[in-house]
């Protein structure tokens, strides 16, 4: 009687298609079911999970999938929690889905290598919790606005997850700023690339990034859908509907994958090389993948540079070496072909820069929240490196949204305890993915700096090292403002310093901005970039009075066009020492 009430009233309503009751564990449990006309077998199933306070009616509304479901042949199936919530910690809900699962494969005949699982809100919170505890019977995972509150976990027997997480930054009920957090860990299990590709203004939305962490293990992913200023709700404006992009991302993943998997193991994805005052630096670069198939075996890989094939391998290793890189952008590709024909891919990105004018490294400040590619910071306690993203507090970077402000955007770096060099934001050192060789010359380093939080004013000191910590330079300078503890704040009055100094030989380099050793003392760097002005400093001073036809001798008499080293140097018959 309870089920033909239930069934009544929702069929009054005219917003569901069917409805039904399954025992779980000796408990009545009821869920909606979308199943297009003409199913056909073996089609997928979605199971979409409501929010706290909520209901499968309420979810199945929100979500506005049955058109995708129809095009595409899959059903999907909304379950109603308990209490309209989810067990996010034991098996109660998790014996539900499959219980459901197996419900489905009876009924609609679904392939049980092609199970979805999504959720909004706590449902969302479920969906995490079912990534440890039922990933061989889901094959991608689809959380909203929701993730473990009380931290993520990912079992380490746990096989890599696709997830495609979509979130407003303008929700105030499960807040976005812990998101990345949450897929950081899963980001890591996967072994995905550390450095997403950011597409903005997504499919035409201005109000829609999508960042994407590829190149994990089995050819697996993670999605970020960043709804800007949306608040606790699924979002379908502007043309991107969120079950529309959940089902695009989640259709490409099976449990019995067919398609080679290849991943290229190496060079690591988004490095960067910058040789400032000659050709490019980037010595050799190992192009390595690993290749396997799920169902046959791997006749081929092939290597590219773009589109430039570099090489055909038949067996393991697949792996060639890269000599003198060009300047440019480079996407390094790597092309797996199965005995079927199938075929997988795998690409990372590495950059050359050769400027030739002012190097502006500060140009990656642009993602609050963030420690920039190429930056590390350290605060005596916790050392955070580029790309990293999702923090709330400590080192990261501030969009300054004043009515006044100097600058747009500045990295923070604080020293918690005062320790000796403990405080730093530094660029380009040997454990990030940015390389930076200066050849020899006359180098000019600006910058504009502010203190956060320090109305009397700190020093900073300002360094270039080699990547082994040894100093080339170091010079201390004191910010004429405080921006006072708040993004939101007008600043004004931080100085242009410019700094000059000579580089002898070609040096791998870092630039460091090191905090005073002081308890909370803290920099904000605004504005950073760096020149070659000329030959190292003397020798222009030189050649300009003399005549014209002047040449440099070493010592032992042999010609120079440059000074590459420490020594003297003769100049038209001149001493000329370079310390």
């Known amino acids: 009687m309870k089920r033909i009430v239930f069934l009544f009233l929702l069929s009054f309503l005219g917003l569901i298609v069917k409805a039904d009751v399954i025992t779980v564990n000796g408990t009545q449990r009821n869920y909606i079911v979308y199943a297009p006309k003409n199913l056909g077998e073996n089609r997928p199933l979605l199971i979409s999970c409501h929010g706290m306070n909520q209901d499968a009616n309420y979810q199945k509304g929100m979500l506005v999938i049955e058109s995708v479901a129809d095009t595409a042949k899959f059903v999907t199936v909304f379950p109603n929690g308990i209490d309209k919530g989810w067990d996010i910690s034991g098996d109660r809900d998790i014996n539900f889905v499959l219980a459901l699962i197996d419900k489905m494969v009876e009924q609609y005949k679904i392939d049980r290598n092609r199970v979805y699982l999504s959720g909004f809100s706590m449902g969302g919170m479920f969906t995490y919790h079912a990534m440890n ?7 991608a995972f689809a959380p909203i606005s929701g993730y473990p509150m009380g931290g993520t976990t990912a079992n380490a027997n746990v096989r890599p997850i696709p997830i495609i997480h979509t979130h407003g930054t303008g929700d105030d009920v499960v807040v976005f700023s812990g998101v990345q957090g949450a897929l950081n860990v899963w980001i890591n299990h996967n072994k995905c690339s ?32 960043e709804m800007a200023d949306k608040g606790h709700w699924i979002s379908n404006d502007n043309g991107v509907k969120t079950g529309d992009e959940i089902w695009k991302f989640c259709k490409r993943f099976s449990l019995e994958m067919k398609d080679p998997q290849v991943r290229l193991t190496s060079p690591q994805d988004g490095l960067t090389f910058v040789t400032i005052g000659g050709k490019s630096e980037t010595g050799s670069i190992t192009l390595t993948a690993s290749a396997s198939d799920p169902d046959g075996t791997v006749q081929q890989v092939d290597l590219y540079d773009g589109t430039i094939l570099l090489a055909t391998l038949y067996e393991a290793p697949y792996t060639i070496t890269l000599n003198n890189l060009a300047a440019g952008e480079h996407q390094l590709r790597a092309v797996a072909t199965d005995n079927e024909g199938r075929t997988g891919q795998s690409s990372v990105s590495v950059n050359v820069v050769e400027p030739t004018s002012n190097y502006i490294f500060s140009k990656v400040f642009s993602a609050e929240g963030s420690v920039p590619e190429g930056w590390v910071t350290y605060d005596g306690k916790e050392k955070r490196l580029g790309y990293s993203d999702g923090y709330s507090s400590g080192c990261r970077v501030f969009h300054f949204t004043g009515s006044q402000h100097d600058f747009e955007w500045g990295l923070y770096a604080r020293n918690v305890e005062g320790t000796p060099n403990a405080g730093y934001a530094r660029y380009a050192a040997k454990e990030t993915t940015t390389s930076l060789v200066l050849y020899p010359g006359n180098y000019e380093l600006m910058h504009r700096l502010a203190n956060w939080n320090i109305a009397s004013f700190s020093p900073v000191r300002v360094a270039v090292e080699t990547i082994d910590g040894k100093k080339l330079f170091e010079e201390t300078v004191t910010p004429t403002t405080n921006i006072g503890n708040a993004a939101s ?33 803290d920099l904000v760097v605004g504005q950073a970039a760096i020149r070659r002005k000329g030959n190292v400093a003397g020798i222009d001073e030189v050649l300009k009075h003399e005549p014209a036809g002047n040449q440099l001798f070493d010592l032992s008499g042999r010609q120079v066009t440059n000074v590459g080293k420490k020594g003297v140097y003769i100049c038209n018959g001149k001493k000329l020492f370079v310390k």
């Open 133 to 139: 505890r039922i990933p061989d019977k889901i094959a």
């Open 194 to 225: 550390k450095t997403p590709k950011v597409t903005q203004r997504y499919r035409g939305a201005a109000h829609i990034t999508r960042r994407v962490w590829d190149g994990g293990e089995n050819g697996v992913e993670v999605v970020l859908m």
């Open 489 to 521: 704040n007008s600043f004004s009055g931080a100085t242009l310093v410019r700094h000059t100094f000579d580089v002898l030989e070609t040096t791998h380099c870092q630039i460091t901005f090191y905090t005073a050793d002081a308890a909370w003392a």
